[in-house]
């Protein structure tokens, strides 16, 4: 199956920073999305971008099918950002078929944002 | 539009008890699938359904089970409850169809076997 990678694992930033979060996937894909998990364990959408650039207010994220990476931007970072972020990919094998639920998840970036 | 929702939130449960957990996707999306999430293994796919049908299984043994109702609602089981089993159970619904839908995810019901 594919393989979804992310980087870095740890990220520690003061408040106000600038900071990009990568994920590479193994085979092409339809479906990309990015999450953030918030301390209680919720997925929160941040992302459905399987190709182009999104933007929604500090955040942004861009993905290069071809070339098989998303990044995901965050600027003016605050303390509610901390958390842990992940990208998640539909495997292609199913994407044609007749099944669309089996998200790949990358082992997220841990992101501690420091007042 | 209400979102999904899952419960219980939480549980506690004994070695050897089976256990039942419940999601409602978001209304008019017809895919549920659901994830078990572990501090060792990451995030990892469980199973899937539409319409009422099982689609796809992930890699876990035969004591995980689901089923889903004419109205979408599902529900997962494990039987045989195991202390490697405590973990985050997180659902999600799509549209599903032709193409690749956006996932919702569920709060989570959080699992402690002891």
């Known amino acids: 199956g594919i393989q979804v990678e992310q980087s870095p694992p740890d990220l520690i930033l003061q408040e106000g920073a600038n900071s990009t979060l990568r994920c590479n996937f193994s085979?092409?894909?339809?479906?990309l999305q990015w999450f953030h998990q918030n301390p209680w364990g919720q997925l929160i959408n941040l992302f459905y971008?399987?190709?182009g650039t999104k933007q929604n207010g500090r955040l942004s994220a861009t993905t290069v099918a071809t070339e098989r990476y998303s990044l995901l931007y965050i600027s003016s970072s605050q303390t509610t950002d901390s958390g842990v972020y992940f990208c998640?990919?539909?495997?292609?094998?199913?994407?044609?078929?007749?099944?669309?639920?089996?998200?790949?998840f990358g082992q997220g970036t841990i992101l501690t944002v420091h007042p | 539009k209400a979102g999904v929702t899952q419960t219980p939130r939480y549980l506690i449960k004994t070695r050897g008890q089976q256990v039942t957990l419940s999601c409602s996707p978001i209304?008019?999306?017809?895919?549920v699938s659901w994830y078990q999430q572990t501090p060792g293994q990451g995030l990892q796919f469980l199973f899937e359904?539409?319409?009422?049908?099982?689609?796809n299984k992930g890699n876990f043994p035969g004591r995980f089970s689901g089923r889903q109702f004419s109205n979408s609602r599902s529900e997962m089981n494990v039987s045989t409850l195991e202390l490697g089993d405590s973990a985050l159970y997180l659902c999600?619904?799509?549209?599903?169809?032709?193409?690749?839908?956006?996932?919702?995810f569920g709060p989570g019901t959080r699992l402690t076997v002891t």
């Open positions: 209304s008019g999306h017809r895919s």
């Open positions: 085979d092409s894909v339809n479906n």
């Open positions: 998640a990919v539909l495997d292609p094998a199913w994407a044609g078929g007749t099944s669309y639920g089996k998200l790949t």
């Open positions: 999600a619904s799509s549209k599903a169809g032709q193409g690749a839908h956006e996932q919702y």
């Open positions: 971008i399987p190709s």
């Open positions: 359904y539409f319409s009422e049908t099982q689609r």
